[in-house]
C-alpha cells in the first residue's frame, strides 16, 4: 500500500535524472510530474533546478546541478554534493516508470487527504454542505484528470483525428440528433461548450431536446451516457413523455389512461428499456447551481456521461432575470461544459411572439426567431458556440401548428442551415420533412429568410423510426 509520503521514489527520480537528464525529465513531463509532487522539501528544490535546466536547454548531471544549487546558496541545505552522488548510486533509470508511478500515488494520497481535513474543518465551522461537497468533488476531479504539457498535447491531438475521422466516415462528430440532415452540417451538438436551444412558448422544444437526448442515450446503435435535467417538467412527466414517444403514443392519452392492455405492455417495456439505460432523467427544480453541478459531476465521474440537456434556463435557480446574474450563469455554463468536458444543451425562450402586422389575414405567427430575440442577458447567446432556433408556425383561431424548423442560426464549428420537421403531436415525435422551408418567410427586398443547409453526399448517424405500431422498430436498434 502507497504512503502519502515516498521519499525512496523521489531519490530514484532525482538520482535517475543526475544519470539521464533528458530522457527522465521528458518522461517525468508526459506523466504530468510538478514539483508538488515530492514531498522532501529538499527535493522539491532539487527538481525545480533540474527542470529549470530542462526548459534552458541544458543537461542537468550531478555537476551542473551542484554548480546551480552552489551559485543559489542552498547546495548545503539540500546535503551538498556527497547527497547528490548518493542518489546517483542508488538510481535504476529502467526502475524510473515504477519511481514515478509511486511518486503520483503519494501525490494522489496527500491532496485527498488535505481535502477531506478541509471538509472537516468546513463542516464543524457550519458551512453549506452542498457547497463543501461540491468543492471536494470539484478538487478530486481535477486530480483525477491532472495531465502534464505532453500528455495533454498528445490528447488533444487523438480527439482532433478522432474527429476528423468520424467527419470522414459521415459520423456526427457530437452529440448526434436522430435527423440525420441536421447532424449532416453541423455535427450534433459539440463538446466541452454549451448549445443553446431557443423558441417560443409552446412550441415543443422540451419534445425536441428529450427526443435528442434519448437517441444518442438509448436507440442509437453506439448509445452515449447522457443525462436529460427536467427543470420544466419534473421527473414524473418527463419520464412518462419518453416512454410515450419510444412507443409512439399520445402521453396525455396515456397519463388520463386512455390505452388499452397491449398499449400499456409496449409503453411498460419502453419506460424499462429507459430505466436499464445510460439515459438518466433527473428532477432538479429547485436546485441551486452549486448542487446542480454536484449533480453533474457525479454523473461524469461515476456514470461517465458525455452529454447533459438542462431544460430550461428560466428555471436554473440564479438567473431570475437579473442581469449580472445572467453573465454570471453564461460563465457558470460555460465553466461547466469545459470542466466536464462534456455536450452541454440548454433550452432557452424568446421575448417575442405576436404576429406580422403585414399579413393580419394569415393570423399565423409569422416572425422568424433570431439570436437577438433570445431572452436576458447578451452574454448568454454569445457563451453558446451553436444556437438553434426551432422556428414553427402556429395559426392563433386553433392553435394548430403550421410547420417546424430545425434553424442552426450561430455556429462555430461550422456551417449554419435548417431542417425542415414534422410533428406526431401525440408522441411529440419530430421527423425530418421533405418540405421546403417556410419559402414564405422574405426579407423587406423579398430575399428568403430561411438559409437552405450546405448538404452532403455522406449519411451521418442513422435516424431512429418512431412506428406507433410496433415497437420492434426501436427495439432492433
Not at 197 to 226: C, D
Request: one cysteine or more.
Amino acid at each position: 500500500m502507497t504512503t502519502p509520503q515516498a521519499p525512496s521514489a523521489e531519490r530514484g527520480v532525482l538520482g535517475a535524472s543526475l544519470l539521464d537528464s533528458y530522457l527522465v525529465m521528458d518522461l517525468a513531463a508526459r506523466h504530468g510530474m510538478t514539483i508538488d509532487w515530492f514531498y522532501v522539501s529538499a527535493h522539491r528544490r532539487i527538481y525545480g533546478c533540474m527542470a529549470y535546466l530542462r526548459d534552458q536547454g541544458k543537461a542537468g548531471d550531478a555537476l551542473v546541478v551542484k554548480t546551480y544549487l552552489e551559485r543559489k546558496g542552498i547546495l548545503e541545505e539540500v546535503g551538498g554534493m556527497a547527497y547528490l552522488l548518493g542518489m546517483v548510486d542508488d538510481a535504476l533509470v529502467p526502475s524510473i516508470e515504477t519511481y514515478i508511478d509511486d511518486m503520483e500515488q503519494a501525490w494522489k494520497g496527500r491532496v485527498i487527504l488535505k481535502s477531506l481535513m478541509q471538509v472537516e474543518q468546513a463542516v464543524y465551522a457550519g458551512g453549506d454542505c452542498s457547497e463543501i461537497m461540491a468543492d471536494h468533488l470539484s478538487e478530486m476531479h481535477e486530480v483525477a484528470q491532472e495531465k502534464g504539457e505532453e500528455d495533454s498535447k498528445r490528447a488533444a491531438w487523438e480527439r482532433v483525428s478522432n474527429l476528423a475521422l468520424q467527419a470522414r466516415e459521415g459520423r456526427a462528430r457530437g452529440v448526434p440528433s436522430p435527423w440525420e440532415s441536421f447532424n449532416g452540417f453541423t455535427g450534433g451538438a459539440p463538446y466541452n461548450v454549451y448549445t443553446l436551444v431557443i423558441g417560443k412558448s409552446k412550441s415543443r422544444k422540451s419534445y425536441l431536446v428529450h427526443q435528442w437526448g434519448l437517441y444518442a442515450a438509448v436507440t442509437q446503435e453506439n448509445p452515449i451516457p447522457g443525462s436529460y435535467y427536467a427543470l420544466e417538467d419534473g421527473l414524473d412527466t418527463a419520464l412518462a413523455r419518453a416512454a410515450c414517444a419510444l412507443a409512439g403514443y399520445d402521453s396525455w392519452l396515456f397519463e388520463h389512461g386512455r390505452f388499452t392492455d397491449e398499449e400499456k405492455g409496449r409503453i411498460d417495456d419502453c419506460a424499462e428499456r429507459i430505466v436499464n439505460s445510460h439515459y438518466e432523467i433527473r428532477d432538479a427544480s429547485g436546485l441551486s447551481l452549486v448542487q446542480l453541478r454536484l449533480s453533474i459531476a457525479r454523473d461524469v465521474s461515476k456514470n461517465g456521461h458525455r452529454f447533459v440537456i438542462i431544460d430550461a434556463l428560466k428555471d436554473m435557480s440564479g438567473s431570475d432575470g437579473d442581469y449580472k446574474k445572467e453573465v454570471a450563469l453564461a460563465k457558470w455554463l460555460q465553466q461547466i461544459s469545459r470542466e466536464f468536458k462534456i455536450a452541454l444543451i440548454v433550452v432557452h425562450h424568446v421575448n417575442k411572439g405576436g404576429s406580422r402586422s403585414d399579413r393580419p389575414e394569415r393570423d399565423i405567427w409569422w416572425e422568424r426567431i433570431t439570436k437577438a430575440d433570445s431572452r436576458g442577458a447578451s452574454q448568454l447567446t454569445d457563451g453558446a458556440r451553436m444556437i438553434l432556433a426551432l422556428q414553427c408556425q402556429m395559426h392563433r383561431k386553433n392553435g394548430t401548428l403550421g410547420g417546424f424548423v430545425l434553424d442552426c442560426i450561430a455556429n462555430n464549428n461550422g456551417p449554419t442551415g435548417n431542417v425542415s420537421l414534422d410533428l406526431d403531436e401525440g408522441s411529440g415525435v419530430f421527423t425530418e420533412s421533405e418540405r421546403d422551408a417556410f419559402s414564405d418567410w422574405v426579407d423587406q427586398d423579398g430575399k428568403p429568410l430561411m438559409k437552405s443547409p450546405p448538404w452532403i453526399s455522406q449519411p451521418t448517424a442513422q435516424a431512429i423510426e418512431f412506428d406507433p405500431d410496433t415497437l420492434d422498430d426501436v427495439s432492433g436498434l
